[in-house]
């Protein structure tokens, strides 16, 4: 049993090797941080929703329009399946969750706010903690409303708001509850909630979105009773979609190309998974999302982080337990037990563990702002008491095998002066190493690849320049249709250094996050139909965006008139997919009888990130858009367009936000999370590399020293110092190759999957792995510059007498 003794000799110990002292504690603080902050990350990760009573009877229903382009799941769903739920015969609670804009006005000012129309059976689902008030009264109530903390500070800068009027689209409400936060790791995310019978929507507007089959305002969530199986009630709801007005859209052809699929398929998606449930990912309020499979291959990495910082410190340990056989031989010739040894070393350890885990703590609390605006998602928490107990354990077990070492000190050696290194001790420091330097190159490639496509990605041809274009998004409810919308474009129009303005339903990298894309089934000319992607845009687009018509002509705003159009305008992936040969052979054709005729051929705009294919598009003319783009006259600086520009949106659309974009920010945006994910693998790359670095010195020091008496008998046999050199780095870079032989396919393997999801990449062909291997060689080779040196300028008199 360890005393206060061996604490006490164990710090004189340590305070008389500051150099030792630091390197060890300096080495395991840094892995304790990183670990730290990774599974802080997982931990944030599997903690979503967990705060929900009975979060596995809890559902989210989705459902994918699988006739169109691409379908992908959707949990915005339309409201008419909570009514089918209802009525199922199932015992089960259901509840709308629709976010909606309001106006705010207090004290003649104005601001946007988002509120969240619930039934009443919310507060039974889902049970938010009320602070103050009645939650049922507040969703019941005609003016009943319920607010945050953090929101009741916004609104009214003070937490005991209950019984506050407040003013929304005109109509007064009363904060009737007030509820805490929901927590960071949720995906059911509000500030301002309101019952579904709240005077905010006219009746006549409630009852048609409560009772809409083909719209998508907001999600349903449903809560099974004891006993319900998910999958009959998903069969109750699939067979009333069946039923349902989607069957009467889908054409005879197209839907025996769905074979066995459903025009459109229903699921109940648990709230316990949502969190990891990818599908739905980038799609209307899907919200942050997160690949299990990563998540865990962060956590993986961290605690791989500490097993290393672990391993380097037994390797210093056991070096320097090497160094001290004869203060161990003299120990056990006074009457030291083996039992009174392993005391000792590992009160050492256990110092120098608990030191690193403190500074370790302090680390990963000064980096987890940083690392939280790398990973995108707000961590607030890194004191979880079982990392932190992990971090403690790992640092005492590793004092375990210095102290066994000790133990198996040879005193016959020691006291004759002749050190050894105790049997297999120098091999498994040989391994760890390997390891240490297998690990840093396949992140380090792999980083390299994320970084290298992303740059490709967001630096590739849309098929237009984008640096003089700048996009506004209208206000909500507002486009083409509506006379401010209309005035407020001619005025921007009109503007100095407004070139031109055209007005679309979206704009080339912009996500939406609708899941879902217009399209139109149309004849080709051997019978068959296609699919084709529609985009809405105004007649002057083409011209805007500096797109030029391949054949035929682009719109014209002096021919068509844009409501009820028949001209379309079709890119080049369309006229392939039509069984044209060339461009020239559209222009003038007419699709589907005498609907739509095809005026021009124009190339093709990228319009999603390289993730997707190039799809057929056709263009229609449509005033119901709210995307304005702004085309700037040569040499203009954007700012300053912006700026004059505010007080017309002030004018036309008071107390909305104006948030002007330049159009390529928005490509860039469709990467944020490769941008993201490069860093964070370089980063934990760049950890390990430097893990490895302080490995390999250590080794090559002992390596060094314990040959010392083999390299000055070479040089007395006439080896030159170059081949002394050779002799001290042979070794590691044997143990580089090898690494690489471990590292370096799976590295590979890793790399082609992520590039298989993008229709294009640059030829990156094996760089990255060739980069990392020679990563790995430098810092090997800077790792051993040092002793290297040492060896060659050895004195053989000093090694002998040693």
């Keep these: 049993m360890m005393s206060a003794r061996d604490f006490r000799i164990g710090w004189r110990l340590l305070a008389q090797q500051p150099a030792y002292s630091a390197a060890a504690l300096g080495g395991l603080a840094t892995g304790f941080a990183l670990c730290l902050l990774l599974l802080c990350m997982v931990r944030y990760s599997f903690s979503f929703d967990a705060a929900v009573p009975q979060a596995e009877r809890v559902y989210v229903l989705k459902h994918r329009l699988n006739f ?18 209802l009525r199922s015969g199932f015992p089960l609670q259901a ?100 019952g579904t019978g709240s005077v905010l929507w006219p009746a006549r507007q409630r009852d048609a979105a409560l009772a809409n089959w083909m719209g998508i305002a907001g999600k349903i969530y449903v809560k099974t009773g004891a006993g319900v199986s998910a999958e009959a009630l998903r069969g109750v709801l699939q067979a009333a979609t069946d039923r349902g007005p989607w069957n009467s859209l889908v054409p005879p052809q197209q839907r ?46 961290g605690l791989l982080i500490l097993l290393l910082a672990v391993f380097n410190y037994i390797s210093l340990a056991a070096v320097r337990t090497l160094q001290r056989q004869r203060e161990i031989a003299v120990r056990r010739v006074l009457g030291a037990s083996s039992g009174q040894l392993l005391a000792q070393f590992m009160a050492e350890s256990l110092l120098l563990s608990l030191g690193a885990t403190a500074l370790g703590v302090l680390l990963a609390w000064l980096m987890l702002p940083l690392f939280a605006t ?30 066994w070492l000790a133990c198996r000190v040879d005193m016959r050696q020691a006291l ?3 050190r050894g290194d105790t049997r297999g001790s120098a091999g498994l420091r040989r391994v760890l190493t390997v390891l240490q330097l297998a690990l840093a190159m396949g992140l380090g490639s792999v980083a390299l690849a994320v970084a290298w496509q992303t740059h490709f990605a967001s630096e590739a041809a849309r098929g237009f320049d984008a640096a003089p274009l700048l996009v506004l998004e209208l206000p909500q409810e507002q486009d083409m249709r509506q006379p401010a919308s209309a005035a407020f474009r001619d005025a921007v129009a009109r ?16 996500d939406g996050g609708g899941g879902t894309r217009s399209s139109d089934i149309v004849q080709r000319g051997d019978g068959g139909s296609i699919s084709l992607e529609i985009r809405e845009v105004s007649a002057t687009f083409f011209d805007v965006y500096g797109v030029s018509a391949l054949a035929g002509r682009a719109f014209d705003p002096a021919i068509e008139r844009e409501p009820g159009a028949s001209a379309i305008v079709i890119n080049m992936a369309a006229v392939r997919a039509l069984g044209m040969a060339t461009a020239q052979q559209a222009p003038g054709r007419w699709l589907n009888g005498k609907a739509l005729q095809i005026v021009g051929v124009v190339p093709d705009i990228r319009w999603q990130s390289l993730r997707e294919p190039l799809l057929p598009v056709m263009y229609r003319l449509d005033a119901a858009n709210a995307m304005l783009t702004l085309r700037l006259a040569a040499g203009t600086d954007g700012t300053a367009v912006a700026q004059a520009i505010a007080p017309l949106w002030q004018r036309y659309f008071p107390g909305q936000v104006y948030a002007p974009k330049p159009l390529a920010a928005y490509a860039a945006s469709a990467y944020a999370d490769d941008r993201r994910m490069a860093s964070l693998l370089a980063w934990a790359s760049a950890a390990i590399f430097v893990l490895a670095a302080f490995g390999v010195y250590v080794l090559v020091a002992h390596n060094v020293q314990r040959r010392a008496r083999e390299i000055v008998l070479r040089k007395l046999h006439g080896a030159g110092r170059r081949a002394i050199g050779a002799l001290v780095v042979r070794e590691f870079l044997w143990l580089v190759a090898i690494a690489g032989v471990i590292a370096l396919p799976p590295a590979a393997l890793a790399i082609a999957r992520y590039l298989a999801a993008f229709s294009a990449h640059p030829p990156i062909g094996v760089w990255p792995l060739v980069l990392a291997l020679l990563a790995a060689s430098l810092v090997v080779a800077l790792a051993t510059a040092r002793h290297a040196w040492l060896a060659m300028r050895m004195a053989p008199a000093q090694a002998l007498r040693d």
């Design 68 to 85: 169109i382009p691409q379908p992908q799941w959707l949990e915005y769903t339309p409201f008419a399946l909570r009514e089918v739920a």
């Design 95 to 194: 509840s709308v969750f629709w976010p909606r804009k309001a106006t705010f006005e207090q004290a003649g000012r104005q601001q946007e706010l988002e509120i969240t129309a619930v039934d009443p059976a919310f507060a039974a689902i889902f049970q938010p903690r009320v602070l103050a008030g009645d939650l049922s009264t507040a969703l019941s109530r005609p003016d009943g409303l319920a607010v945050t903390e953090s929101m009741a500070r916004r609104l009214f800068g003070r937490d005991d708001v209950l019984g506050r009027d407040i003013v929304l689209d005109r109509q007064r409400l009363r904060v009737r509850a007030v509820l805490a936060d929901p927590p960071l790791a949720s995906t059911v995310s509000y500030a301002v909630l309101a």
């Design 256 to 301: 025996a190309t769905l074979g066995e699929r459903k025009p459109v398929e229903i699921a109940l998606g648990p709230l316990r998974d949502a969190y990891f449930d990818t599908t739905v990912a980038n799609t209307i309020g899907g919200g942050p999302r997160a690949d299990r499979r990563l998540v865990l291959g962060l956590g993986a990495i």
């Design 374 to 403: 790398l990973v995108a998602r707000p961590l607030d928490d890194i004191f979880a008491p079982w990392p932190l107990l992990l971090c403690v354990l790992a640092g005492a077990a590793a004092g375990a095998y210095p102290g």
């Design 416 to 418: 004759a002066q002749r």
């Design 495 to 510: 503007l100095p250094g407004v070139a031109a303005v055209a007005h679309s339903r979206d704009v080339p990298g912009r």
